[in-house]
């Protein structure tokens, strides 16, 4: 079984569409992540959550919205999709907090034409 | 604002060499952790660093942490093709919920 899973794990799509990842984790962890990564390979956090809750929010365009109908599940849905929005995304997960292994997901590769 | 800059960015070596990737900040971190990634996969955690001067191995992977908590290093011995990947360190510092990430190592061993 896989521990964190993201679907879709390709998404080719034109600008000004929205688009949605989802992303299920069944190891029982509380926080879940979503990251971007960059052509350059830097990992960015995106935002965090514990239990349902934001936690950690930073600076991204309020054109991303993230929502966890569980403890389970982390969505991402984007809005008006720009060309600078191409990257991968990435979700993971751990027990509580950072100072603990994080289980990442296998991606998502976004490309906006 | 806590950083932590990872070097060097790219490094292409010869099997059988031995190499050092290091990761610096001038920030205290409470544990630091080491990942790699392999192309169209999501990072895998190797170690994770905690106590000031510990020193981790992992067969031919040597893993330590600096004194004061602000640096580490990831020596590998007699590198082989299947070290191939981007090596990425990451820190728990102020935040509970908010990992601090290196600009991530692409490391090739050639045959």
């Given at each position: 079984?896989t521990a964190?899973?993201?679907t879709?794990?390709?998404?080719v799509?034109?600008?000004?569409?929205?688009k949605?990842?989802k992303?299920?984790?069944?190891?029982?962890?509380?926080?879940m992540?979503w990251?971007?990564q960059?052509?350059k390979k830097?990992?960015k956090?995106?935002f965090?959550?514990?239990?349902?809750e934001?936690?950690i929010?930073?600076?991204?365009p309020n054109?991303?919205?993230p929502?966890?109908p569980?403890k389970a599940?982390?969505n991402?849905?984007?809005?008006?999709?720009e060309l600078?929005d191409?990257?991968?995304?990435?979700?993971?997960?751990s027990?509580v907090g950072?100072?603990?292994t994080?289980?990442?997901g296998?991606g998502?590769?976004?490309?906006?034409? | 604002?806590?950083?932590?800059?990872?070097?060097?960015?790219?490094?292409s070596?010869?099997?059988?060499?031995?190499?050092?990737?290091?990761c610096?900040s001038?920030?205290?971190?409470s544990?630091?952790?080491?990942?790699?990634q392999?192309?169209?996969?999501?990072?895998?955690?190797?170690v994770?660093?905690v106590t000031?001067?510990e020193?981790k191995k992992?067969?031919?992977?040597t893993?330590?942490?600096g004194?004061?908590?602000?640096?580490?290093?990831?020596?590998?011995t007699?590198?082989q093709?299947?070290d191939?990947?981007?090596?990425?360190?990451?820190?728990?510092?102020d935040s509970?919920y908010q990992?601090?990430?290196?600009?991530?190592?692409k490391?090739?061993i050639k045959p």
């Open positions: 079984d964190v899973s993201q879709p794990k390709y998404l799509t034109q600008m000004g569409n929205d949605s990842i992303c299920e984790q069944n190891l029982g962890h509380d926080t992540y990251y971007k960059d052509s830097f990992l956090i995106m965090s959550y514990n239990n349902k934001l936690i929010n930073e600076t991204v054109r991303f919205s929502k966890s569980d599940h982390l991402l849905h984007i809005n008006s999709l600078g191409s990257a991968v995304y990435f979700c993971a997960s027990p950072v100072w603990e994080q289980y990442f296998p998502t590769r976004l490309l906006v034409l | 604002t806590q950083l932590l800059e990872q070097s060097p960015q790219f490094l070596i010869q099997e059988g060499e031995n190499l050092t990737v290091y610096n001038s920030s205290v971190f544990s630091l952790q080491w990942y790699r392999e192309p169209g996969e999501g990072p895998v955690l190797l994770t660093v000031g001067g020193v992992l067969k031919r992977l893993f330590q942490f004194d004061a908590r602000k640096d580490s290093s990831l020596h590998i007699a590198a093709p299947g191939t990947g981007l090596y990425l360190c990451a820190g728990a510092g509970n990992l601090i990430w290196g600009a991530g190592t490391l090739i």
